[in-house]
């Protein structure tokens, strides 16, 4: 199984950006997907989640800028950064609970990071 996330760069204070993570391999069903941050020097902390029936919840930094969506039929979640401040930069990460098969319980995966840079 692998998660590929993509989508980060450079940007302005003020700019959107939109990060994209799907999963692939020997999958057989996806449950939640969520969106972490590292910043320098700091802990990985929890951006968003999405849960397969499409509840959302989002940490308190980031609601009303950020929005998370998925595309089942792509194993695809996205994370829509809009007004981006400075204190965004980081190291954004993907993680998916899954299943390989029917029978078996639900793993966390982890995706390698995408770095997203916003500069005053």
């Known amino acids: 199984v692998q998660l590929q996330a993509s989508g980060g760069g450079l940007v302005q204070a003020g700019g959107s950006l939109t990060l994209s993570c799907k999963a692939s391999?020997?999958?057989?069903?996806?449950?939640?997907m969520r969106w972490y941050r590292q910043a320098p020097g700091k802990q990985r902390e929890l951006v968003a989640t999405?849960?397969?029936?499409?509840?959302?919840n989002y940490a308190d930094s980031v609601k009303g800028r950020f929005a998370i969506s998925r595309d089942n039929a792509k194993n695809t979640v996205y994370l829509q950064m809009s007004s981006l401040k400075p204190e965004d930069t980081a190291v954004y990460y993907c993680?998916?609970?899954?299943?390989?098969?029917?029978?078996?319980?639900?793993?966390?995966?982890w995706g390698q990071g995408t770095q997203v840079t916003v500069s005053s």
């Open positions: 993680r998916a609970q899954l299943s390989l098969a029917e029978s078996d319980p639900l793993y966390w995966y």
């Open positions: 391999g020997s999958i057989f069903s996806i449950n939640a």
């Open positions: 999405i849960a397969t029936g499409g509840i959302t």
